[in-house]
Each structure stands twice: as structure tokens, then as C-alpha cells.
């Protein structure tokens, strides 16, 4: 079946930091990739997403490349924001499937 | 547009009572789900519905739980009789069409304890 694996949080950080959180996948088919971002007391939100192999997502200074060949998808940020403190999800949905798979999520905290 | 609407935003309820969590999703979606959140679980998917109908309940704990979806712009998640485990946050989240790569928008999440 299909599962997604992030590395565990907490992370903490610095302000302007460089952020990585490492997302490996499994799937039987070509699925989409995601992260979705939680901020405290709220629904999560889409940050970013990439629909085939080798394609990169990106918004508000985040970058995600969907790596076929290692089965990831890696957030990256160069230089993060005390407002970037958030409680990070990778997911997966097969092109004809209809749900999203969540990794467990990945709790990140920067500070000034 | 108002996004996805849930209500209540918090619940408390004694165990063995009925509790219902009520969504609206974004208007024009066709896609609507509910999800649980715990720290020891994550997120879990419940139930998916599209155009009104019940796809997928396999994510639904036990008979305690039912969901429905009497028209394109409501969706209730009843638990009944709830129990002390059943505590956690119930998310609903709706989406545009049937393609896994279209954005799921989620409401704000309902915070039920149960006592």
C-alpha cells in the first residue's frame, strides 16, 4: 500500500536558518506529492505540491523536487522565519485515487 | 468564500453521549472528507465522499461512528455513544473534482473531548 515516512520533529531552529525535512514515499503507481503546513489552532493548508518525477513545487520561499528515483520529497527552506513555526505534513495521492495519505507530520520551531 | 465551515469549534461531552460535528463544504466542491487527528495516531481518513455518496468508510473505528452527506453543501460525523478515546480533533476538508492531485481545503477543525 501506499505510506509516507517523515523524519521526526521537533525541529528547532534559528531565524534564517536553512531547513530541511526529509519525506520518503512508498506507492504502487505515480502519485502526487504534497506538503501541507499546520499553524497552531488551525486546519492545515497546502504549501506545495509536484504532480510527476523531477518536478519542483515551491511557495512563500519553500522548495520541494519530486525525486522518482529515491522516492522523496524533501522540504527545503534557505532561510527561515519565526513565523515559519508550524507543524509540517508530506502526503501522497495516486492520480485515480481520492484520498491523501499523511506522513505523521514534523513540528518545527524557529526562534529569534 | 468562506472556506470550509465545521461546527462546533469545541466540544465537551460526557462519555456515552451522542456527539455530532457538522461541516459545510466550499461551495462547488464535490469531494468532501473527514479526518481525525490525535498525537498518537496522526491523521487519519474516516470517510471520503463524492457528489453525496460514500465512497470509503474504511477508516471509520467502529459502528459508533456514521457519517452522511444529505446534500452537496452538509455533512455530519456522529458518534454515538462517544468514550474517552474518541477524544481528538475531527477535521473536514473538501475538494474540487476527482483527480488525487487537486488541492483538499480543510476547515478549522473541531476539538471534541469527551469526559
Not at chain 1, 525525486?67 to 515559519?84: A, I, M, N, P, Y
Not at chain 2, 453521549?17 to 479526518?35: A, D, M
Amino acid at each position: 500500500g501506499n505510506s509516507v515516512t517523515q523524519m521526526e520533529g521537533p525541529v528547532t531552529l534559528s531565524e534564517e536558518a536553512f531547513l530541511t525535512i526529509n519525506c520518503t514515499y512508498t506507492a504502487t503507481g505515480y502519485p502526487s506529492l504534497f506538503w501541507y503546513v499546520q499553524y497552531p489552532g488551525e486546519g492545515l493548508q497546502l504549501l506545495l505540491k509536484a504532480t510527476k518525477a523531477d518536478d519542483k513545487g515551491s511557495n512563500k520561499g519553500f522548495e520541494a523536487t519530486y525525486r522518482k528515483e529515491t522516492t522523496s520529497f524533501h522540504l527545503e527552506k534557505g532561510s527561515v522565519q519565526v513565523s515559519d513555526s508550524a507543524v509540517y505534513f508530506c502526503a501522497l495521492s495516486e492520480d485515480s485515487g481520492y484520498a491523501l495519505n499523511f506522513g505523521k507530520g514534523t513540528s518545527l520551531l524557529v526562534t529569534p | 468564500d468562506a472556506g470550509v465551515i465545521q461546527s462546533p469549534r469545541h466540544e465537551v461531552t460526557e462519555m456515552g453521549q451522542e456527539v455530532t460535528l457538522r461541516c459545510k463544504p466550499i461551495s462547488g466542491h464535490n469531494s468532501l472528507f473527514w479526518y481525525r487527528q490525535t498525537m498518537m495516531r496522526g491523521l487519519e481518513l474516516l470517510i471520503y465522499f463524492n457528489n453525496n455518496v460514500p465512497i470509503d468508510d474504511s477508516g471509520m473505528p467502529e459502528d459508533r461512528f456514521s457519517a452522511k452527506m444529505p446534500n452537496a453543501s452538509f455533512s455530519t460525523l456522529k458518534i454515538q455513544p462517544s468514550e474517552p478515546r474518541d477524544s481528538a480533533v475531527y477535521f473536514c476538508a473538501s475538494r474540487a473534482g476527482l483527480a488525487g492531485y487537486n488541492e483538499q481545503f480543510f476547515g478549522p477543525g473541531t476539538r471534541l473531548t469527551v469526559l
